[in-house]
């Protein structure tokens, strides 16, 4: 249904915009084809406008855009450009499109009978590479649906992933804005030695593969009992981050362990994902290093509700609910200490469409709603240095805008639940 709807979106844009007319401009008579009141420009109207940076709130918003971006924002009329198209979302409250900074496009099944989700996205990756990039096109398209209108892709194949992100980017496709780490730096050897060069090539590899960000894989868990164990020194990670930044890439490091996470923070990269077990002095070193925190809480909600489709034995549910509960805990303290942190969902297989959830979680952790916007829209811009650009309404930057339908100032549900418009790029998804 999504799909149809999208593709057929010009259709849907002609019907529910009108042309803004200027009297005082209009062409002479008999002259229909002017170029004195037409623009290609679009302007949104909205009933409200939530800036999460300050809380902020414009009453009866307008927003301009010209091509993939923002123009003006603001209440006044009279910068709504002659004969452009006016996008009426009166009904509803806009916010910036959202940020998922945790995602694997990649992870997807096509459910072949009588195989597991992990060993069938391997199969595919390898024998049926075009069925896994539809697949992935799916899910771009459910990730779009929530909301979200930038992804940071955490782990996948280039072959796969690059198409993706051409596609989205040109408007073939629809779905998130996308950003690529590949296939990441992982180490199945350690206790092992690398060299310096050897590191840095591996960072060197990245930048030739297309990727917009280095992925670290600083330790390496079973899924079967959620045990884990290092697999770089802290020398090797600070040597990874040090490339990386020369390279002008940033660098995420993945950490579940706290061990691992205190060394991997101790490196300073740009974010770290998914660790539980922080203290106050891995709090004060993020926020010195400017290193923000991705918990990816629900994602193991997600594997907790999913444990007979992943072929995981019953008693790992309360293993993951044990890593929720220390995950929440972290999340509350590095919240409470002023840590930056970033919405992340680690979506994978049928999780895409639940990309939000993660929201609630840290409400529960103590953020009121407008934190947890700024998370899900400004940190996540951050994790990956295009604050500039991504996570706000704002002029120059993209034109990426929600409605949702309610206050998200008061609920966070609002967001969770109640998307019903998505601009991506200037460009019109109907739900
Ligand atoms: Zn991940």
């Not at 597991?116 to 398209?141: I, T």
Request: net charge negative.
């Amino acid at each position: 249904m999504w799909k149809t709807a999208f593709r057929r979106s010009s259709l849907a844009f002609a019907i529910l915009t009108t042309v803004h007319c200027c009297p005082e401009k209009k062409n002479p008579p008999g002259d229909t084809g002017g170029t004195e009141c037409t623009s290609d420009d679009k302007a949104v109207r909205l009933g409200k406008l939530v800036n999460p940076e300050d809380g902020t709130v414009i009453d009866n918003a307008i927003v301009v855009i010209h091509e993939d971006r923002i123009r003006y924002v603001g209440a006044d009329e009279k910068q709504i450009p002659c004969g452009a198209s006016v996008i009426d979302w009166t009904a509803y409250t806009g916010l910036p499109g959202l940020v998922d900074a945790h995602v694997h496009f990649t992870y997807q099944t096509d459910k072949e009978p009588g195989t597991l989700p992990w060993a069938r996205s391997s199969w595919l990756m390898s024998n049926n590479p075009y069925k896994l990039l539809d697949l992935a096109r799916g899910a771009a398209l459910a990730t779009l649906e929530t909301g979200v209108t930038t992804a940071i892709d955490k782990g996948g194949g280039d072959f796969i992933l690059n198409p993706l992100r051409a596609e989205i980017r040109s408007g073939k496709t629809p779905g998130p804005r996308m950003f690529n780490s590949i296939g990441g730096i992982s180490n199945h050897k350690y206790p092992s030695a690398f060299t310096a060069d050897q590191l840095k090539g591996w960072v060197q590899l990245q930048v030739l593969r297309g990727a917009d960000l280095v992925k670290v894989w600083a330790d390496q868990c079973s899924d079967q009992r959620l045990e884990c164990v290092p697999t770089f020194t802290f020398d090797e990670l600070e040597l990874l981050v040090e490339t990386s930044h020369q390279e002008g890439l940033p660098i995420a490091i993945h950490a579940y362990h706290e061990d691992t996470a205190r060394l991997a923070i101790m490196a300073g990269p740009d974010s770290i994902e998914h660790p539980e077990g922080l203290d106050a002095v891995d709090c004060g070193n993020m926020i010195d290093k400017g290193t923000i925190y991705v918990p990816t809480i629900d994602h193991n909600r997600y594997y907790k509700d999913n444990l007979a489709f992943f072929g995981y034995a019953p008693d790992l549910a309360a293993k993951f609910d044990a890593y929720i509960r220390d995950n929440l805990a972290s999340t509350a303290q590095a919240h409470l200490l002023g840590v930056k942190i970033a919405m992340g969902s680690d979506a994978v297989f049928t999780g895409f469409g639940q990309n939000t959830r993660e929201l609630a979680w840290f409400v529960q952790a103590g953020m009121t709603p407008l934190e947890a916007l700024r998370a899900a829209t400004i940190h996540g811009a951050e994790s990956i240095g295009v604050q500039h650009e991504i996570g706000k309404v704002a002029v120059g930057y993209y034109a990426d805008i929600i409605a949702v339908e309610g206050d998200p100032l008061a609920d966070i549900n609002v967001v969770i639940n109640g998307v019903r418009k998505v601009m991506m790029g200037g460009r019109v998804a109907e739900l």
